[in-house]
């Protein structure tokens, strides 16, 4: 604890007495000084609003003076009036005078006196408010108003767009209803009616998107230029239009898709009734050339009447009305009863097969090209082998056929009477040895069967348009040539046009073909240069 200095000259004790009288008496003096002046600034504050209410009662005496105009110390009913207009710009009406005349005159009285004057401008400016409330419900009123008809055009406006869009929703309605059965119908449908169907179904469709685009449009167009008042209720019913089209698009897009699966339904199927066409102009071809035993060549030359190294369409359609017909058929229907024979093929069926026959669209098909078409291959179904010549007793064995091995047939069937067995002569695809092969044993047994001109794509690959990658010896551009480049991906089907040969550059076994789901024609690698299969015979 701090002691405080003893005073020079005096006992400590006294010292100490002295000074805590000092600082009392100089709180005591603070203290009173801080009252003084509080007290001060009270006191102006208070003269400065009495000067200043002062000078404002001077100021209203004044202004009250002014307008007593004959100076009898109270205003009449025109001073009334021209204190208004004088002093607020307010023409004030006989009734709102009397009104005010009714408070503040006493009765007896002439008019308002000087102690009243602040009251009469509180009942004039209550009297100018009631004046001003008239002019805003006047314009509030008339406001509402235009609004009304404002909103009444919109209204109009809104309905015409109403029935935009329940016009567009019959038309989507419509569109599914064509569409929905899309999903059933093409079992039993041809594929040029269910083209047609679909195109139907894609008119529909493209008439209501066309229409919900207008609706939409039109719902849009219902905010531009409307008063900004309005602004939240048009806003409001746009959003009830809108709301009521937002599943069309959904619905149309959805109609659209089944339509487009219809159409890709319909290609598939046309696809295939053009391969049965096709095959069934093959398979006539091959019966006439096999009843009158004829090579490919003698084939050809029997359809090109004219000589001219080709077959064109009348040529084609001729030979079909002369040629040997195919036998009846032979088997039976589920139930037991005979299979019915299929009609034979009208005008309009081999003018289809020709066009598809015709694969480079020359409107002719060339010997070569027919000749490939014609050819008959078999598959090797069971173990046996291929020998030197019909005889199976005089002729040499040339090597054995494994199962899957795929022949072509040059000749036969002809019957080798010592074993009482059909055999053909035939050129084994696989390393071209020509022999002759046993069709089946005389106990039943089949060594060869139909097939072989089929392969199945076991792994993705491009068909090209030349036989060489580098696109080297493709015909020339002139020429009316389909584009045959595409991807074929696995589980395709393709038929053979001519058979795999090597090729040099790359290594690769390349095969010519034709897809049998489109019809498109090029070049495909069957087997990689590091052994990789692509394509395997069905």
Known sequence: EMKSPALPGGPASESKQTLAKLLQRINECTRGTEATLATCRDSREKAVRKAEARKKLAKLEATFDKYDGDKDGILNRNEIKKFAKGEFDFSIANIAVDTIWKVLVDDGEKGIKKESFQRLKYAIGIAREKVKDAERKAAREAREKELAKLKSESEEKIKDAEKSVDAAGELVDKAEEQANPLLTKGKTMLSADMLKLADEVAEAVKEAREEAVKAKKEAVDLADGVDKDLQVWIAAEIKKLEEKMSRYDQRLTRSSNLASRFRDEAKIKEGDELYALEKRAIDTIKNHKRVNKLSNEDMFADIDTNKDGKIDESEFIAFFKRCEKMPKADKKEEDGNAAEDEPEMSEEDLRKAFTSLDEDSED??????????????????????????????????????????????????????????????????????????TLAGNQGTVFLEDGGHLFKVVKDTILTESFELDGGGSKDATRKLKDTTRKLKEG???????????????????????VKSDGMTGWVTTVGNQGTLYMEVM
Not at 499 to 508: D, H, P, Y
Request: charged content about 40%; overall charge positive.
């Open 492 to 514: 395709e089907i393709v038929e053979v046009r001519e058979w795999a040969r090597k090729e040099e550059k790359s290594g690769l076994m390349r095969m010519k073909c034709k």
């Open 364 to 437: 002719a098909i060339a010997k070569e090209k027919f000749v490939n078409v014609i050819r008959v291959f078999m598959k090797v179904s069971k173990d046996t082998v291929i020998t030197t010549g019909i005889s199976i007793k005089e002729s040499k064995t040339l090597r054995r056929l494994d199962l899957g091995e795929v022949v072509e047939i040059l000749e036969g069937p002809t019957k080798e009477d010592t074993v009482d067995v059909l055999r053909v002569k035939a050129k084994v695809m696989k390393d071209d040895i020509e022999g002759w092969i």
